[in-house]
């Protein structure tokens, strides 16, 4: 199992310069990817202008989206910016797509969230025609456009993961959870008739260090508000101890996944020293 970590741009109050200065650190350690979280209504960055600015300071780690709201933004304007990165990454680009569960980003962005599957089941069959469009270029570096992952819960999601996707990516939550996903998933591709077995990603929340979990904690509820009491079981669950990234670890693994990022919740460089500490 590869192991990212996540870029800082979802947390309120991180500095342009840090999302520049934490790419680079990352690239220079042990991790594999760099991942970028996506909300509208929020003191946080764009995932894919996050992404693109790691691009240009980065070398090696794969670059991923965990996840985008694909329905609320426009398909051809998607694919081209997801195109762009992958090319100036030299095809490092793994797109996280899924439906979202906040109305008020859809009620902001102007479109309306009761249509949102069947047109990001329409944007995903359009991604892929969109970037053989030689009028839109740039080609995208990798063959048939960036790695597509698809996210959610429902039956839907694991349907539209398996038909359109190359994979899976997980919401994060004890292994446990991630591994009753897999099941779905993997159960979703073998009836669509899909060779070999989907791509597996998954993603947890970490704070290291003195005065950090207190912090953390405090920013997960803040972003997981809309979920009412549920935002303090997410808090609950994030990882403040070396011990407790190792197990975490460890159980993604156990479970089947091929890619885990751990995306960071205080703004701080050092949290990304910490975590290679562990992971190195």
């Given amino acids: 199992m590869r192991i990212g970590v996540g870029l800082p741009g979802g947390v309120p109050g991180a500095r342009g310069s840090l999302l520049i200065d934490w790419a680079a650190r990352a690239d220079a350690g042990p991790f594999a990817s760099l991942g970028a979280l996506d909300r509208l209504v929020y003191d946080s960055y764009d995932p894919l202008t996050a992404l693109a600015a790691a691009a240009a300071v980065t070398k090696r780690v794969t670059l991923v989206s ?5 329905p609320m933004r426009n398909t051809a304007l998607l694919a081209k910016a997801a195109a762009s990165i992958d090319a100036l990454s030299g095809g490092r680009l793994v797109l ?3 439906i979202g569960a906040r109305h008020e980003d859809y009620d902001v962005a102007g479109v309306d969230h009761r249509t949102r599957g069947r047109r990001f089941a329409e944007q995903l069959v359009e991604l892929r025609a969109l970037w053989e469009d030689e009028r839109l270029g740039p080609r995208p570096a990798r063959v048939g456009g960036p790695l597509l992952l698809v996210g959610g819960l429902n039956d839907e999601a694991f349907a539209r993961a398996a038909r359109y996707a ?3 990516v997980h919401a994060g939550g004890p292994p446990r959870a991630f591994a009753r996903a897999v099941e779905k998933a993997r159960a979703a591709w073998i009836d669509a008739g899909r060779p070999g077995r989907p791509k ?3 993603q947890g929340y970490f ?4 005065g950090a979990a207190e912090s953390g904690a405090a920013y997960l509820r803040d972003y997981y ?3 009412g009491p549920f935002a303090e079981r ?7 101890t070396p011990q407790a990234v190792a197990q975490f670890v460890r159980g993604y693994q156990d479970a089947g996944c091929d890619d885990l990022v751990l995306l960071p919740t205080v703004p701080d460089l050092a949290q990304v020293d910490r975590l290679a500490d562990i992971i190195g």
């Fill in 66 to 70: 965990m996840v985008i709201t694909a």
């Fill in 96 to 98: 996280g797509l899924a």
């Fill in 166 to 168: 190359d994979g899976y």
């Fill in 200 to 202: 597996l990603w998954g």
């Fill in 207 to 210: 704070a290291l260090g003195n």
């Fill in 225 to 227: 508000a809309f979920t």
């Fill in 234 to 240: 997410i808090a609950e669950e994030l990882l403040t």
